[in-house]
């Protein structure tokens, strides 16, 4: 999502919403800056959250711009995701179990949990 187009949906989100997502924003860029994902690498976010629709919350899956690259998962259902952003899958996971990839399988992790 481009900072023009979030801006106008900005409207409706509290000025405390606004400087969370500025941050979140800026965390974003770093993550961008420093990692440099490339075309084709795989992405795991660990710990989206479940309960809000809002791109606050997730916001890697709200501003990255290759959705089909990433694989969210959380212990929350967050299958919302995969409307919102066509291409990522969400896994449902529970906290007390290894995670049910293989080794290697990702390129990148993330997680702003």
Same mark, same amino acid.
């Given at each position: 999502?481009?900072?023009?187009?979030?801006?106008?949906?900005?409207?409706?989100?509290?000025?405390?919403?606004?400087?969370?997502?500025?941050?979140?924003?800026?965390?974003?860029?770093?993550?961008?800056?420093?990692?440099?994902?490339?075309?084709?690498?795989?992405? @795991?976010?660990?710990?989206?959250?479940?309960?809000?629709?809002?791109?606050?919350?997730?916001?890697?899956?709200?501003?990255?711009?290759?959705?089909?690259?990433?694989?969210?998962?959380?212990?929350? #259902?967050?299958?919302?995701?995969?409307?919102?952003?066509?291409?990522?899958?969400?896994?449902? @996971?529970?906290?007390?179990?290894?995670?049910?990839?293989? #080794?290697?399988?990702?390129? @990148?992790?993330?997680?702003?949990?």
């Amino acid at each position: 999502m481009s900072d023009k187009d979030y801006f106008k949906r900005a409207v409706t989100f509290s000025m405390l919403d606004r400087v969370a997502f500025f941050a979140r924003r800026e965390i974003f860029k770093l993550f961008i800056k420093s990692i440099c994902p490339m075309p084709g690498e795989k992405i @795991i976010d660990i710990g989206v959250f479940g309960g809000s629709e809002d791109p606050n919350w997730n916001f890697l899956e709200c501003l990255y711009d290759h959705p089909e690259q990433i694989i969210a998962v959380g212990v929350d #259902d967050a299958s919302f995701l995969e409307r919102q952003y066509p291409g990522l899958k969400f896994v449902k @996971i529970a906290s007390d179990q290894k995670l049910p990839f293989k #080794d290697d399988y990702f390129d @990148i992790g993330f997680s702003s949990a």
